[in-house]
């Protein structure tokens, strides 16, 4: 069986991948908003990760033939760098860049251990293109695709690899609190004309997790978008 490690697990996009994958073993790492139970998942809150994905690992671990880690969590903020209060600014660096080094830095021994791992990191072409306001989400992006890149390419010769997911404008994706005007500018900037969707994330998760001989690749999900 495969354990899926998903850190940002209350993304409603994810409920179509869960339910494909509902007979392997999840482990969801959440901050604060506990996920809705099922079976087969194992919800730790962040803080207390190491601990108890070291004994829950010990007892699933005889079924575990590959781990996978989704990377998903993420904050954003809208306000100008200039007007984020120092509180503001280490939670947004906690969410989008500490934790990840954190969960990585505990599940890669297990990984080389089985010879078998893959990260795929959920970013977004915000690591390239920025606007007013995503001052530290961007920089965050960017990080993130940098750093799971490399990690690819250190651990590849023990059997982990590493895939960028980089995605355009999706459902519930930091366009709830846009006007009505706004949204319309971004509808004209896709070339399918939509929003992406579960169905479409799923199928880049796919996408990632069958690539055998790829490694620290960027699968770009962006419905077309113009940069222009």
Same mark, same amino acid.
């Given at each position: 069986? &495969? ?11 994810l ?6 994958? &509902? ?10 908003k ?26 699933? %671990? %005889? ?11 993420f ?11 120092? &509180?503001?600014? /280490? %939670?947004?660096?906690?969410a ?44 965050? %992006? ?8 490399t ?11 590493? =895939? ?11 366009? =709830? ?21 579960? /169905? ?13 001989y ?15």
């Open positions: 069986m &495969k354990l899926y490690i998903v850190y940002g697990s209350e993304s409603l996009l409920n179509k991948f869960y339910e494909e994958n &509902k007979e392997n073993f999840f482990i969801r790492i959440y901050n604060n506990i996920p809705e139970k099922k079976k087969n998942f194992f919800d730790i809150q962040i803080n207390n990760f190491e601990s108890d994905f070291n004994d829950l690992h010990k007892s699933i %671990k %005889k079924n575990i033939t590959k781990i996978i880690f989704l990377g998903v969590g904050l954003a903020d809208s306000n100008l760098f200039f007007s984020l209060e120092k &509180k503001e600014m /280490n %939670k947004l660096i906690n989008n860049i500490s934790n990840y080094l954190f969960i990585t830095k505990i599940i890669l021994p297990v990984m080389v251990k089985i010879s078998s791992g893959k990260f795929i990191y959920l970013s977004s072409f915000r690591s390239q293109i920025s606007t007013r306001g995503t001052a530290i989400y961007s920089a965050s %992006k960017a990080f993130g695709e940098s750093f799971f890149k990690i690819g390419q250190e651990y590849a010769r023990f059997g982990i690899t590493s =895939h960028i997911i980089r995605m355009g404008y999706f459902e519930g994706r930091l366009l =709830h609190n846009l006007t009505e005007e706004r949204r319309l500018k971004i509808f004209k900037k896709i070339s399918m004309g939509r929003l992406g969707d579960a /169905n479409d994330l799923l199928s880049a998760i796919k996408t990632a997790e069958n690539l055998d790829n490694n620290s690749g960027i699968i770009e999900m962006n419905g077309g978008l113009d940069f222009e």
